[in-house]
């Protein structure tokens, strides 16, 4: 379900240590806002945080220090840019 990547987004994924498989679990589980400039923001919330956990089983572990990531998605619903939350 890898949402389509700008350029900027891609390298920003591979600076930040954010791969692929974190960006389609937050695209999956997060829960978006609205920025109320066009784009939209994904990050984990303690719900979304329990649903992956669920979904995830033994897998969840391998994600858990990248709970504070996030990723904004533009109007076009590619991925504009991801991060860390601090």
Do not use: N, W
């Not at 591979?14 to 806002?33: F, H």
């Not at 979304?48 to 220090?65: K, V």
């Amino acid at each position: 379900m890898l949402a389509p990547l700008t350029t900027h987004a891609r390298v920003r994924m591979q600076k930040r240590g954010i791969s692929p498989a974190v960006l389609d679990v937050l695209l999956e589980y997060g829960r978006e806002a609205h920025d109320h400039r066009g784009c939209r923001i994904v990050r984990f919330d303690k719900r979304s945080r329990r649903l992956a956990a669920r979904a995830l089983g033994d897998r969840f572990p391998r994600f858990e220090r990248f709970l504070g990531a996030y990723a904004v998605i533009g109007s076009d619903d590619a991925v504009v840019t991801v991060g860390h939350r601090r």
